[in-house]
């Protein structure tokens, strides 16, 4: 059974950071692309970040770039999504997914956040002005 428990959320005020944590488990680690959305009330979902668990091959939105940097620990099985400078508008409930990918492909694109297979039960992060 696959399982995706995410952690690390919490409340920061406006210039602070943030490390969430995916604690993956239930499938075979290789060959996924592991992600991370976010949704606010009232607002579209938007896939915040995504990662090949075979090569590191990492995707941002432009809304993040230079601030959050996903990462992995591939013995562990856990994603992660270090956010700094953190600004208001980054408050959401952000949710860890996994996609299967083909093997030989060693990118990842949002489709497979947005399609994903599975997603976890989501950390709320909530920055103050």
């Known amino acids: 059974q696959v399982q995706l428990v995410e952690s690390g959320g919490g409340s920061v005020q406006a210039g602070g950071s943030l490390r969430l944590s995916c604690a993956a488990s239930?499938?075979?680690?290789?060959?996924?692309?592991m992600g991370w959305f976010r949704q606010a009330p009232g607002k579209p979902r938007e896939e915040v970040a995504v990662?090949?668990?075979?090569?590191?091959?990492?995707l941002y939105a432009d809304s993040v770039k230079g601030r959050f940097t996903i990462s992995q620990d591939t013995a562990k099985k856990t994603v992660y999504l270090q956010m700094n400078s953190l600004k208001p508008e980054d408050s959401a409930m952000y949710y860890c997914?996994?996609?299967?990918?083909?093997?030989?492909?060693?990118?990842?694109?949002?489709?497979?956040?947005?399609?994903?297979?599975?997603r976890g039960q989501g950390t709320q992060v909530t920055v103050s002005s």
């Open positions: 239930g499938f075979m680690y290789s060959w996924n692309c």
């Open positions: 990662i090949h668990t075979r090569g590191d091959a990492t």
């Open positions: 997914t996994r996609s299967r990918v083909g093997v030989g492909r060693w990118t990842c694109d949002f489709g497979a956040v947005g399609n994903a297979e599975d």
